[in-house]
């Protein structure tokens, strides 16, 4: 949309049509793969509020304090990974101390996609192990 809104005031767009496409779609798996990654963690805590603040500390302080500090690990970060589907540039999607902090290269598409993938897997295997029982007796 904002897109769409420069370029009919008469900006200059500097991203090809593709390039656009391929960042839309990459976000929009980034985003599914995380919802999925919250729901299985939703399902392994049981207050709905430790969970939900949980996934935010987890993306916005864990990884942005751990992605400063060990840039070699960065990219291997779930949220990270997935911020790098949608073409945003490593250290740029984080806050604090890990904004703008340059070092490591991104996943490429494909394993960025399996690693955020494989998490949610994880953790949806790991709830059902764990959840199921406990809710059945």
Request: charged fraction near 5%; hydrophobic fraction near 55%; charge should be positive.
């Amino acid at each position: 949309m904002g897109v769409g809104f420069a370029s009919a005031h008469g900006y200059r767009i500097s991203i090809g049509t593709g390039s656009l496409v391929w960042h839309a779609t990459g976000a929009m798996l980034g985003a599914a793969l995380l919802a999925a990654i919250g729901v299985g963690f939703g399902s392994l805590v049981r207050p709905q509020m430790a969970g939900i603040v949980g996934i935010f500390l987890w993306g916005l302080v864990v990884e942005s304090v751990i992605g400063g500090l060990f840039t070699s690990i960065r990219p291997y970060l779930p949220y990270t990974a997935a911020t790098t589907l949608a073409g945003i540039k490593l250290g740029n999607a984080a806050m604090g101390p890990a904004h703008g902090v340059n070092g490591g290269a991104p996943l490429p598409f494909v394993a960025a996609t399996a690693l955020v993938a494989g998490t949610a897997v994880v953790l949806a295997f790991v709830a059902a192990r764990v959840s199921l029982p406990k809710d059945i007796t």
